[in-house]
């Protein structure tokens, strides 16, 4: 059982909007600690996706956008893409001194 | 360029010791803020981070495995080793040392991982 909590799966057809949504608790979102999104494509390693809530890295196309409320954040991706289909999963820190992952949510593109 | 490339057995036996390599290059663990993570995954499964080691040789573990781990770093020959006790067919995983952004608390950077296998 993760500590943040993702649903297992979203899918959307080409061109779609879809959100993922990650929610935590008052020991780790609900603190104010930031929450990071990676993407996961199969057979790879994950890559930082969004740090700090809401920002991109170099090269992240901006079809990729991060918010984050209260003890919840959410990862959305509009324009959706066949290359976007990959697991993702949330990251955040907890005040148990340790860094805390969600349990991954898998984007089919139909 | 930041590389982190992870080196470990394939295989290991149930009770045995995992000793974990993350050899990295374009950065260094001297510096202020840095850190170096090991993350690992299961097959079908979602991230678990391990442990953490940060410049100033600053170390967290996962609560719920800290008996079992020990993460120590090499300054001088960029690495950082993460060693797993008692090694079960549970801890079958693909093993990830990730860089762990200056100030930040994400992993900017990762590696290609190693899939350990325990079993007999």
């Known amino acids: 059982q993760s500590v943040l909590t993702q649903p297992p799966s979203v899918s959307g057809v080409p061109g779609q909007r879809v959100t993922i949504s990650c929610t935590g608790s008052s020991s780790n979102i609900g603190t104010g600690y930031d929450v990071h999104w990676y993407q996961q494509l199969p057979g790879t390693a994950p890559k930082l996706l969004i740090y700090g809530n809401s920002n991109r890295p170099s090269g992240v196309p901006a079809r990729f956008s991060g918010s984050k409320s209260g003890t919840s954040a959410s990862l959305a991706i509009t324009g959706l893409q066949a290359e976007d289909e990959a697991d993702y999963y949330c990251q955040s820190y907890d005040s148990s001194l340790s860094e805390v992952f969600g349990g991954g949510t898998k984007l089919t593109v139909l | 360029q930041i590389t982190l490339k992870e080196s470990s057995p394939t295989l290991v036996k149930p009770t045995q010791t995992l000793t974990l390599t993350c050899t990295f290059s374009?950065?260094?663990?001297?510096?202020?803020?840095?850190?170096v993570g090991w993350i690992r995954q299961p097959p079908g499964k979602a991230l678990e981070w391990l442990a953490l080691?940060?410049?100033?040789?600053?170390?967290r573990y996962s609560p719920s495995l800290k008996t079992g781990l020990t993460i120590t770093k090499d300054t001088s020959k960029n690495q950082v080793v993460l060693t797993l006790t008692n090694m079960d067919p549970v801890d079958t995983a693909t093993y990830y040392c990730?860089?762990?952004?200056?100030?930040?608390?994400?992993?900017?950077?990762w590696g290609q991982g190693t899939l350990v296998t325990v079993s007999s």
């Open positions: 080691i940060y410049w100033d040789d600053d170390k």
């Open positions: 374009g950065f260094s663990l001297s510096t202020s803020g840095v850190g």
């Open positions: 990730a860089h762990y952004g200056s100030g930040n608390n994400y992993f900017d950077y």
